[in-house]
């Protein structure tokens, strides 16, 4: 799949050919998850269905530590204004 | 914004975007959710003592700084002894960190997207 | 236009509102405006022995803009037709 038949002119063409795919997505807050995209939008609103969400909370101090929650939701809306990065499953 | 129709004359719960939690009865809101509020008081929260109410008397809260507004039930809300509870104060909502270097390293994690953005023809 | 018409197809349904500020709401959307204000009814915070400010509220108006995630119940999101309409949009924005 080259970029001329697919129709890749701009970077949301990313997201819409990553429909109905596992996503990665970054988030602010230290959080980031993974899911099915089944809807965006040009403020990069989301739906995803089976989503693994991962927090990371930083403890500061002499040895910072990372907490690594995680908790799974079946089908989530995501606000556009705290996405980061949308990222194409990886193809390998 | 029509769905706030339904609170005026009604005792309600503010909360904003810093903490506060403010009572009062909706005398009037304007379509950017500005809200006046009669007979209001803020509602300051803590581990140590009850639930301390300072008067506002009328009040005027820009809609900016709401994000939430909850109808009371005065019957509900009466029976509650305030000065029994103790809870921390609701966290305020963090204003967004700045960029630049943090999302350039999350930029540098992730080459796949660089990658394919450069294929484009 | 498109989140906003895929939430009006779940007003009456239960949903869960996370705000930025991490307090969690569940109730019954009631309406959701072109902003993405919710109504929500019958309302219930998540840990309300540590949140017991909202005690009292029954029903609430939450501003769009302090949403992070709203939790919908899959049961009633059709994820077909969700794909179908998405690239409908992106095709018509395209034409602009």
């Given at each position: 799949m080259d970029?001329?038949?697919?129709?890749?002119?701009?970077?949301?063409?990313?997201?819409?050919?990553?429909?109905?795919?596992?996503?990665?997505?970054?988030?602010?807050?230290?959080?980031?998850?993974?899911?099915?995209?089944?809807?965006?939008?040009?403020?990069?609103?989301?739906?995803?269905?089976?989503?693994?969400?991962?927090?990371?909370?930083?403890?500061?101090?002499?040895?910072?530590?990372?907490?690594?929650?995680?908790?799974?939701?079946?089908?989530?809306?995501?606000?556009?204004?705290?996405?980061?990065?949308?990222?194409?499953?990886?193809?390998? | 914004m029509s769905s706030l129709q339904g609170y005026v004359d009604r005792r309600v719960l503010l909360i904003l975007q810093d903490g506060r939690a403010i009572v009062g009865v909706m005398a009037g809101f304007d379509q950017k959710s500005n809200v006046v509020l009669s007979d209001s008081k803020e509602r300051v929260y803590s581990m140590e003592d009850g639930v301390e109410e300072i008067p506002l008397g009328l009040y005027l809260v820009k809609g900016d700084m709401i994000i939430l507004i909850g109808?009371?039930?005065?019957?509900?809300?009466?029976?509650?002894?305030l000065a029994s509870i103790r809870a921390e104060p609701i966290p305020p909502i963090r204003p967004f960190p700045s960029l630049a270097v943090n999302e350039l390293l999350v930029l540098l994690d992730f080459p796949y997207i660089i990658f394919q953005t450069r294929v484009i023809p | 236009m498109l989140i906003f018409s895929v939430f009006k197809t779940l007003?009456?349904?239960?949903?869960?509102?996370?705000?930025?500020?991490?307090?969690?709401?569940?109730?019954?959307?009631?309406?959701?405006?072109?902003?993405?204000?919710?109504?929500?009814?019958?309302?219930?915070?998540?840990?309300?022995?540590?949140?017991?400010?909202?005690?009292?509220?029954?029903?609430?108006?939450?501003?769009?803009?302090?949403?992070?995630?709203?939790?919908?119940?899959?049961?009633?999101?059709?994820?077909?037709?969700l794909e179908d309409a998405t690239r409908r949009e992106a095709q018509n924005q395209m034409k602009r």
């Open positions: 970029g001329s038949s697919s129709g890749i002119q701009e970077p949301f063409d990313l997201i819409r050919l990553s429909l109905s795919e596992r996503v990665f997505v970054k988030l602010r807050g230290d959080r980031e998850m993974t899911g099915i995209l089944h809807a965006y939008d040009g403020h990069m609103n989301l739906i995803l269905s089976d989503v693994e969400e991962t927090i990371m909370i930083v403890n500061e101090g002499e040895q910072a530590t990372v907490n690594v929650a995680k908790r799974k939701m079946d089908m989530l809306f995501v606000r556009g204004d705290g996405v980061i990065l949308v990222s194409p499953p990886s193809r390998t | 109808e009371l039930d005065e019957t509900l809300d009466q029976a509650v002894d | 007003t009456d349904q239960q949903v869960t509102v996370e705000l930025k500020n991490d307090l969690s709401i569940t109730g019954v959307l009631k309406s959701v405006d072109q902003f993405l204000n919710i109504r929500l009814d019958n309302i219930t915070v998540l840990d309300e022995a540590r949140h017991p400010h909202m005690m009292a509220v029954k029903n609430c108006f939450i501003r769009g803009s302090v949403v992070r995630y709203v939790q919908l119940p899959a049961e009633h999101v059709d994820t077909q037709l």
